[in-house]
């Protein structure tokens, strides 16, 4: 039958037929590179028709060049489960209101069989399908908003999601939690850090490295932290909530204006940057780390500003940049640039002119560091000094990505320039700190003797 070669064609296809090895067999697959053990995936409809996908015993899928296979062994075959059970979400009363907004991202999912691609399950039927501990904590609703990867996230969807944040609370919900892919999740929170002010609730963004099907998945442990935090805590913030250490130990709670993701791959990529997190939390508590941090309140008030500027950039600072990269910039009618500088906030003197020349046409300049960690102190070196003379305004320990959302939202209120001034260089939600504490800023180098002796007792 066709449709045991879903989405089979060509070489790949004349292969698993020559094998008489079909979709979901469990199989050995001999080539000349090796032998690789796993499940004959579907392949999607668009992908081409030389390569064979096997998903392996680790849970990864792996493309296998169909000329180079010299044998198929086939152990079993697998009927494959295209859904994940559905349950009625169980209502309590006495149980917190919650509500997951969903942009993107994957946090729990099922296969599609024609594709065989990971897509994501999200209705509270399938949700509790997949992770039913979710009942234990809240009475849980859920709305789509949006279903995009979190590249493309931008203005149109901050503002669409802060607006619905405000219709939640003012529906009475407990809390909320965000599904948002993980590359640019802390542009978001930062940007919903300055749209929504005030909120009575916990605003939790939640997403995962790592999809649910596979063994090394974050996406189950995630949510059922993110959900307790939303219904549980009394941090009314915008947070990110993820894996603390690599293991299944705990989540920590980030604020969304201090956050960063700082690993490609890791479950635990997220990091509070020049500061230490809101707390951490695991299936049993929430535990604060520190404790300024606005609390719950019982009221349905909130700020929502979603006023945005979307002509801002933000410009990686490097050795030999030429001017022409700032003079693009305010001939496309740019209103705000962003600079992640070096060292202290530096960049070099070719630059001068279009800097000065930026300013004189109305465009707002902010300096950061490409470091992360530390501040802007342009009044130390010459450099500093004569770049302020330009113009540039020095943003404390912004963080870059947060300098860039916060300029475009500050743009939005106001086309004064000093006005846009006093709004960056006065903090909303922590964004710029008075001093950053001696363990915000921890990184331990291996290798070293006394490192590893110290990594040995905490990482099982």
Same mark, same amino acid.
């Given at each position: 039958?066709a449709?045991?070669?879903k989405?089979y064609?060509g070489?790949?296809r004349d292969?698993l &037929?020559?094998f008489?090895?079909?979709v979901?067999s469990?199989?050995?697959?001999?080539t000349l590179k090796?032998?690789f053990t796993?499940?004959?995936?579907p392949?999607?409809?668009?992908?081409?028709d030389l390569?064979?996908v096997?998903?392996l015993?680790?849970?990864?899928n792996?493309?296998i060049?169909?000329?180079?296979?010299?044998a198929v062994e086939?152990t079993g075959?697998?009927?494959a489960?295209?859904?994940?059970p /559905?349950? /009625?979400?169980?209502?309590?009363?006495?149980k917190?209101?919650v509500?997951l907004?969903g942009?993107?991202?994957t946090i729990?999912?099922?296969l599609?069989y024609?594709?065989?691609?990971v897509?994501?399950?999200?209705?509270p039927?399938?949700?509790?399908g997949?992770?039913p501990e979710?009942a234990d904590i809240?009475?849980?609703d859920?709305e789509?908003?949006?279903?995009?990867?979190?590249?493309?996230?931008?203005p149109?969807q901050? !503002?669409?999601?802060?607006e619905?944040i =405000?219709? /939640?609370?003012?529906? =009475?919900?407990q809390?909320?939690?965000i599904?948002?892919g993980t590359d640019?999740?802390?542009h978001?929170?930062a940007c919903?850090s300055f749209?929504?002010q005030?909120s %009575?609730? %916990?605003i939790v963004?939640v997403?995962s490295?790592?999809?649910?099907?596979?063994p090394?998945?974050?996406a189950?442990?995630?949510?059922?932290?993110?959900?307790?935090?939303?219904? /549980?805590?009394?941090i009314?913030? !915008?947070?990110?909530?993820?894996?603390?250490?690599?293991?299944d130990e705990y989540g920590?709670?980030? *604020?969304?204006?201090?956050?960063?993701k700082?690993?490609?791959?890791?479950r635990?990529t997220?990091?509070?940057?020049?500061?230490? %997190?809101v707390a951490?939390?695991?299936?049993?508590?929430?535990?604060?780390?520190?404790?300024?941090?606005n609390?719950?309140?019982k009221d349905?008030?909130v700020t929502?500003n979603?006023?945005f500027e979307?002509? !801002?950039?933000?410009?990686?600072?490097y050795?030999?940049m030429?001017?022409?990269i700032?003079?693009?910039?305010?001939d496309?009618?740019y209103?705000?640039?962003?600079?992640a500088?070096t =060292?202290?906030?530096h960049?070099?003197?070719?630059l001068?002119?279009?800097? &000065?020349r930026a300013?004189?046409?109305?465009v707002?300049?902010?300096?950061?560091?490409?470091?992360l960690?530390?501040?802007?102190q342009?009044? !130390?070196?010459?450099?500093g000094?004569d770049?302020?003379e330009?113009?540039?305004i020095p943003?404390?320990n912004?963080?870059?990505?947060?300098?860039?959302v916060?300029?475009?939202?500050?743009? =939005?209120q106001?086309?004064d320039?000093? &006005?846009v001034?006093?709004?960056?260089?006065? %903090?909303?939600a922590?964004?710029?700190t008075?001093?950053?504490?001696?363990?915000?800023?921890l990184?331990f180098?291996g290798?070293l003797?006394?490192?590893?002796?110290?990594?040995?007792?905490i *990482?099982?």
């Amino acid at each position: 039958m066709a449709d045991q070669y879903k989405g089979y064609r060509g070489p790949a296809r004349d292969v698993l &037929k020559n094998f008489q090895a079909i979709v979901w067999s469990d199989v050995q697959i001999t080539t000349l590179k090796g032998e690789f053990t796993g499940i004959i995936l579907p392949r999607s409809e668009t992908a081409d028709d030389l390569h064979i996908v096997l998903k392996l015993r680790s849970g990864y899928n792996v493309g296998i060049a169909a000329n180079s296979v010299t044998a198929v062994e086939i152990t079993g075959h697998k009927e494959a489960n295209y859904k994940i059970p /559905e349950k /009625e979400f169980p209502y309590d009363p006495k149980k917190p209101n919650v509500k997951l907004l969903g942009t993107g991202g994957t946090i729990a999912s099922r296969l599609d069989y024609r594709t065989g691609a990971v897509i994501p399950a999200f209705t509270p039927g399938e949700l509790y399908g997949s992770v039913p501990e979710l009942a234990d904590i809240c009475n849980l609703d859920t709305e789509k908003l949006y279903g995009v990867f979190s590249e493309n996230m931008g203005p149109e969807q901050w !503002v669409g999601t802060a607006e619905a944040i =405000g219709r /939640e609370i003012e529906n =009475g919900v407990q809390g909320i939690v965000i599904g948002h892919g993980t590359d640019t999740m802390h542009h978001t929170a930062a940007c919903l850090s300055f749209m929504v002010q005030n909120s %009575p609730v %916990p605003i939790v963004m939640v997403g995962s490295q790592r999809s649910s099907d596979r063994p090394s998945s974050d996406a189950a442990l995630n949510l059922i932290h993110s959900v307790k935090t939303a219904a /549980e805590s009394d941090i009314a913030e !915008v947070l990110v909530c993820m894996f603390g250490p690599t293991s299944d130990e705990y989540g920590l709670l980030h *604020r969304g204006t201090r956050v960063r993701k700082m690993h490609s791959s890791y479950r635990s990529t997220f990091r509070t940057i020049g500061d230490i %997190p809101v707390a951490k939390v695991d299936r049993n508590a929430i535990t604060p780390l520190r404790d300024d941090y606005n609390r719950r309140r019982k009221d349905k008030s909130v700020t929502i500003n979603t006023a945005f500027e979307e002509k !801002v950039s933000i410009v990686y600072y490097y050795p030999n940049m030429r001017p022409d990269i700032i003079d693009s910039l305010v001939d496309n009618n740019y209103r705000g640039i962003v600079i992640a500088g070096t =060292g202290l906030g530096h960049v070099n003197k070719p630059l001068y002119p279009s800097l &000065k020349r930026a300013h004189e046409k109305g465009v707002a300049v902010f300096m950061t560091v490409q470091t992360l960690w530390g501040y802007v102190q342009m009044y !130390v070196y010459d450099t500093g000094r004569d770049i302020m003379e330009l113009g540039v305004i020095p943003s404390a320990n912004m963080l870059p990505e947060v300098a860039y959302v916060k300029l475009g939202w500050a743009l =939005g209120q106001t086309g004064d320039l000093e &006005k846009v001034k006093d709004i960056m260089l006065n %903090p909303v939600a922590d964004e710029i700190t008075e001093r950053e504490p001696s363990n915000g800023y921890l990184i331990f180098q291996g290798g070293l003797d006394d490192v590893e002796e110290f990594i040995s007792r905490i *990482r099982k």
